[in-house]
């Protein structure tokens, strides 16, 4: 009861309540109101909400039905594999590309070639070298957010303060050590955040590769939708992969604050 009482007295929680409703007034508004063409396509927000909280669908996804729960898991499978295996090899890459400057010379000229390449453009590629749509998303996902972990982990590595490093050197301490107690520390405010950029940017080439090379998940969902030409259904899709994504980027947060707070504790320094 007090969380809740808490809840109503914040400022801040009206402010997003107050975002929300005047987006739903605004789509509701063009849908219904104004006279063009291309808004009167849309489902206007209580048709979508009714489809998605319906027994019964229409179109034949809701809240009710577990085909829809089938979608979320195979792209919450793939995102996150994508997320941990770019979470496993780009921020070791981006320490090490922060912490030397001869294999940063060596490596960060192939990054800033493939790094602009749009993920779609890595589908057909990866669906001939991988022969099989499952693991050609992942790699496409993997991709996108392997370029955003490794970019930020190595400008944090290269934000330290060099007294930092200085002072270890002082002190005796070895590479180990530097590694350990300087470096990992100093540059876990921008692993964090390259790492929620890095999930969001597995749910956005998910969502791209699997309407082309996928036959369940959200993405798909969204394409047959639209191929059968079920707005609902799409709008449903989309909200859904929007929650997904703000869900799993919150949880990073969260262990990221709570690193945070060790990090406080051990060097000193607020991020």
Known sequence: METVLRLMQ???????CAGFLGFFAVWYGSVKWVPLAPFGRLPDPVKVISEWLNPNPVFGISIFVKTYYY???????????AFFLALALGVPLGILMGWSRKFSDFASALLALLRPVPPLAWVPLAILILR????AVIFVCFL?????????????????????????????ASRKDVLFDVIIPGALPNIFTG??????????????????AAQYGLGFLIMEAYNLVQTPTIVIGMATLG???YISSAIIRLVGNRLMRWREEVIGVKS
């Open 10 to 16: 914040n400022r801040r929680f009206w402010s997003m």
């Open 71 to 81: 979608h979320i898991l195979y792209s919450t499978y793939r995102a996150t594999t």
């Open 132 to 135: 099989g749509g499952e693991a």
């Open 144 to 172: 996108v957010a392997f370029f955003a972990t490794v970019l930020n982990t190595h400008a944090g590595v290269k934000s330290i303060d060099p007294d930092y490093f200085r002072a270890a050197a002082c002190l005796g």
């Open 195 to 212: 790492l929620q950029i890095a999930m969001g940017a597995a749910w956005f080439a998910l969502a791209a590769g699997e309407m082309i």
């Open 243 to 245: 929650i997904l994504g």
